[in-house]
Every structure is written in structure tokens, then in C-alpha cells.
């Protein structure tokens, strides 16, 4: 059922634009989990790993996935749950994964109705296993399109045939991680929730080195400076970086930056005033206006 294709992205953690202690936390717990079989062994548990990215858009989750292959030299199985039939269909291709493996499915809270949060019931918390995984079947048969059900990714992450092939991690993607269930992203499940956040200064200086040959440079100041009061990803920052003529030299494109951040700042600062303004004629009127109704009168 698989498709096979050579995998070549040339993405590698020395390439990312990420702090660099989070880079080396990363990089540790990959590398200590491929070398640790014999510890999975003993302590009863099947070897594999859950991780769960989670961010804004444009703040490197797929390119996190490629420099985790690359890293560890993992094959990768790309998993679109829309186009799985049912929850046998998605046990089936669980078994034909191989060892050394990395299974990803990309933007999970864009596939199927597995966003919901469940009703939360009075009582003691049913931490059993067992009683969850009922409880949640019970509401997914109730979501009447979707073929594969909460329940049956909760079996295909850590039900009994999780544990075949061995070395195996599983990576989860999303914009928008509080829409997901909480026994989706559980620790146990999703093991370790890594946050891919706006550019830092540090990951700026990555792409400088990345895209223009620069580890230093006068503007690199004002940049810094601007980062600090703007939110960008590094996606944003990797595009105004990008030469878009032979002519275009470091010092335009970091000109180029310079601007995007200003004019970022600047749209900041009029949406801010914008919602002061309306906050005050609310308060003025005796009125109350939720969050939602100040974004949408700060924006008319």
C-alpha cells in the first residue's frame, strides 16, 4: 500500500533557524533513543517514540521531520489519514512500516474529526487504559464520516501491534495544538512536545550564514533590535534573505528584512491602537465587547 520514493531533502539541524540549546536537546533525545534498545528492552516497553511539533505556520515543522531522517539515516512514511479506509486498513499499514522508521502525519487537526474535546464527566478519572480507549470509541462511532476513528489511532500510536518492527518514531504536526484531544498528545503517546515558535535572533543568524555567506554584519544590530519588538517566522525571514536577482547583494537583502520587520512592526502598532481605542469607547458606551468583538472592530 505504501508508495516508494528515494528520499533526498537536504534539510539537517546544522540548516534549521532554532536556538541552539533547543537544537542540541533535540538532537540528544534522537540520538539517545536510537541507541537505546536494550534499555526499551528492559523496562518492558516498545521501542518507539512519540513526537509532537507544534507551532504557527511557517516555523519549520516538515523541515524538523526531514533533519530527523537525515540525522538518524530513518526511512520516512508520510501518512495522509483521509485517504485510509478504516481503522483495519490503518493497522495494516502500521505492520508494513519497517524498523529505523519515521511515520508522520502532517497538520492532525486537519485530518478528520479528530479535534474534538471529549465532555468531561463528574467522578473519579478513569486512567486505565483500557476504560479511555472505550470511552473515546463510544463517541467517535457518533462522528458518523470519519472512517478512521480517534480510537483507532490511539491502538495504531500504542495498541498491541504499535510494538511490531521496533526503532520506530511517530510525528505528529500541528498549527494549533489545543484543538487536538488530550489523549492524542498524551506523554506516553506523544513522548516529547517540541515547540517550533517566531525567529529568534540566534535562528536569524543561521539563514544569514545559510543564504548569504554572512556570520557577522553593521546591519545585524538593527535586526536584532527588531526581532526582538516583531513576530516573524523563519520562513519570513528565509524568503526577504532569498537574492531575487544576480544583481541583489547581502546588504539588500538585509535591507529587504529590515523593511519587512518595520512594516510588520508598524502594522502591529496600529492593530494595538486600533483595539485600545475600541476598549475605550466600550468602557465609555457602559458596554462589554469580548476578544473576538475587538478584533472585529479594530479591524473595520
Avoid at 536510537?34 to 516497553?45: D, L, V
Avoid at 485517504?83 to 486498513?89: R, S, Y
Avoid at 517566531?198 to 545559510?210: D, H, M, Q, R, S
Amino acid at each position: 500500500m505504501w508508495s516508494h520514493i528515494v528520499f533526498e531533502h537536504p534539510a539537517t539541524f546544522g540548516t534549521m533557524a532554532l536556538e541552539p540549546d533547543k537544537k542540541k536537546e533535540i538532537i540528544e533525545d534522537l540520538v539517545t533513543f536510537s541507541e537505546s534498545k536494550e534499555f526499551y528492552a528492559r523496562i518492558g516497553k516498545a521501542w518507539k517514540r512519540g513526537y509532537l511539533l507544534y507551532g504557527p505556520p511557517g516555523t519549520g515543522k516538515s523541515t524538523m521531520i526531514a533533519a530527523m531522517a537525515n540525522l538518524l539515516n530513518y526511512d520516512v512514511y508520510d501518512l495522509e489519514l483521509t485517504a485510509v479506509k478504516d481503522n483495519t486498513e490503518l493497522r495494516k499499514l502500521l505492520i508494513e512500516t519497517t524498523s529505523k522508521s519515521i511515520i508522520v502525519i502532517e497538520d492532525i487537526d486537519c485530518s478528520l474529526d479528530l479535534t474534538g474535546q471529549r465532555k468531561k464527566k463528574g467522578g473519579k478519572a478513569m486512567a486505565d487504559d483500557e476504560k479511555e480507549r472505550k470511552e473515546v470509541k463510544e463517541e467517535s462511532s457518533n462522528s458518523g464520516n470519519s472512517k478512521v476513528t480517534l480510537s483507532g489511532l490511539l491502538n495504531f500510536i500504542d495498541g498491541l501491534w504499535s510494538a511490531c518492527g521496533g526503532e520506530r518514531l511517530i510525528v505528529f504536526t500541528t498549527n494549533y495544538v489545543e484543538k487536538l484531544d488530550p489523549a492524542l498528545i498524551r506523554r506516553g503517546r506523544m513522548d516529547k512536545h517540541i515547540e517550533l515558535s517566531y525567529c529568534g535572533f540566534e535562528g536569524f543568524k543561521v539563514l544569514a550564514k545559510n543564504y548569504l555567506n554572512l556570520e557577522t554584519h553593521p546591519l545585524f544590530d538593527a535586526i536584532d533590535w527588531l526581532m526582538k519588538e516583531v513576530k516573524i517566522t523563519p520562513a519570513d525571514v528565509a524568503e526577504n534573505l532569498m537574492p531575487k536577482s544576480p544583481l541583489d547583494d547581502a546588504e539588500k537583502c538585509l535591507w529587504s528584512l529590515i523593511q519587512a520587520l518595520e512594516e510588520a512592526k508598524e502594522e502591529a502598532e496600529a492593530e494595538a491602537t486600533a483595539a485600545k481605542k475600541v476598549v475605550e469607547q466600550s468602557q465609555d458606551g457602559g458596554g462589554v465587547c469580548s476578544e473576538n468583538c475587538l478584533a472585529e472592530k479594530a479591524s473595520e
